[in-house]
């Protein structure tokens, strides 16, 4: 938690501290169009294993991959992977398997205000025996940390079909090229 917390506190600072002039940058930053990125983030679930041990908090990784048409809009695919094996009970009956279940979705970016991107989209839960449709709604805060660099904390929301919901919250760094 400690070392979580300095590393968030670290990267605002870094982030603050390196955005001298945000007009200019945001206006070069955007004649890149693509934008590629490395999430780590927790997922928090209302979920229990076969045994009745609650599941809660998950760890995942995720790769975002984005191309953005204007400084406004664009479109990205962002995948994760949450590291976890365990196995739940559906229906009172029915166990399956999540054994490091992947999660890619293809969302709509809008950014409406600097600095502040609003995502969504629908995606599929990859498990080894069934797959789950999905809808992902989330909020990045991006902050330029120079050269075309980005990092910025996330929050995402995972409207699972006939599934645990999902809440993910995360910090990614990308660049833009």
Request: hydrophobic share 40%; net charge negative.
């Amino acid at each position: 938690m400690r070392i979580t917390l300095f590393t968030v506190l670290f990267l605002l600072s870094a982030g603050l501290n390196a955005q001298v002039d945000t007009h200019d940058t945001h206006k070069s930053e955007h004649n890149s169009h693509f934008k590629a990125g490395v999430v780590l983030c927790h997922t928090f679930l209302q979920s229990h294993d076969v045994t009745g041990h609650p599941i809660v908090d998950v760890p995942a990784v995720g790769f975002d991959l984005e191309y953005w048409f204007d400084h406004r809009l664009g479109i990205g695919t962002h995948n994760d992977i949450e590291i976890i094996n365990k196995q739940v009970q559906v229906d009172q009956h029915i166990e399956i398997d999540h054994e490091y279940p992947i999660i890619t979705t293809l969302d709509l970016l809008w950014q409406p205000i600097h600095h502040v991107v609003l995502f969504g989209g629908p995606g599929v839960e990859f498990l080894p025996d069934h797959s789950y449709y999905l809808t992902r709604l989330g909020v990045d805060f991006e902050v330029s940390i120079g050269h075309g660099w980005e990092f910025w904390p996330t929050v995402s929301y995972d409207l699972i079909t006939h599934h645990e919901n999902a809440l993910n919250i995360g910090i990614g760094v990308g660049h833009r090229f």
